[in-house]
């Protein structure tokens, strides 16, 4: 009878488990100041990779081009959560496994927020900022590191032109798409 009622128990924690992810997020409090940079938090973005060759983009020259490459370091990265990328307080793209996209921004201070979309792992927000300059090229990598203790540790920097460019010859470009 014991062993019924374990097998039960598992059956139902298996089916469980799937609606555990589908499961919307609770409401969360107004952005701070500082997370003024990220959309709304309870988004979740659709990001879709494009394996083809892609010609490099120049900037048009009233505005700053950005790119955004994910580095997951992983040799099977089939788990790697979306990271949501947004600017100025809209989600403006994201990127899945290792993979880059590009956006034009106006000249000016921008504040950047990179946020881990998964609903089965830790999240976490990194903050940055840059100012643009008409004509000019950006970069930035993100990263989620895990630790010795299982946790992951998100991170956003600028990387040199040269790594970037190197980086992106070899990724596909993450295309965004709306949630449905």
């Known amino acids: 009878m014991k062993i019924k009622t374990m097998k039960a128990v598992v059956a139902v924690l298996v089916l469980c488990v799937p609606l555990l992810a589908s499961v919307s997020r609770p409401a969360q409090k107004p952005p701070s100041k500082t997370l003024a940079a990220c959309g709304d938090l309870n988004v979740d973005l659709s990001v879709?990779?494009?394996?083809?060759?892609?010609?490099?983009?120049?900037?048009?020259?009233?505005?700053?081009?950005?790119?955004?490459?994910?580095e997951t370091g992983l040799a099977i990265d089939f788990f790697y959560?979306?990271?949501?990328?947004?600017?100025?307080?809209?989600?403006?793209?994201?990127?899945?496994?290792?993979?880059?996209?590009?956006?034009?921004v106006d000249p000016g201070e921008h504040h950047l927020c990179v946020?881990?979309?998964?609903?089965?792992?830790?999240?976490?927000?990194?903050?940055?900022?840059?100012?643009?300059?008409?004509?000019?090229l950006y970069y930035f990598r993100t990263r989620i590191d895990w630790g010795k203790d299982s946790a992951q540790y998100l991170s956003v920097e600028p990387v040199?032109?040269?790594?970037?460019?190197?980086?992106?010859?070899?990724?596909?470009?993450?295309?965004?798409?709306?949630?449905?």
């Open 160 to 180: 040199d032109s040269d790594q970037a460019e190197y980086m992106i010859e070899s990724l596909p470009l993450a295309k965004l798409h709306p949630h449905k």
């Open 115 to 136: 946020a881990i979309q998964s609903s089965i792992m830790q999240e976490g927000i990194e903050l940055s900022h840059f100012k643009a300059e008409a004509g000019k």
């Open 81 to 104: 959560p979306t990271t949501k990328i947004g600017m100025d307080g809209k989600w403006i793209g994201g990127n899945k496994k290792d993979s880059y996209f590009s956006f034009p």
């Open 48 to 70: 879709d990779l494009d394996q083809k060759a892609q010609d490099p983009v120049a900037p048009q020259a009233d505005k700053a081009l950005v790119y955004f490459i994910q």
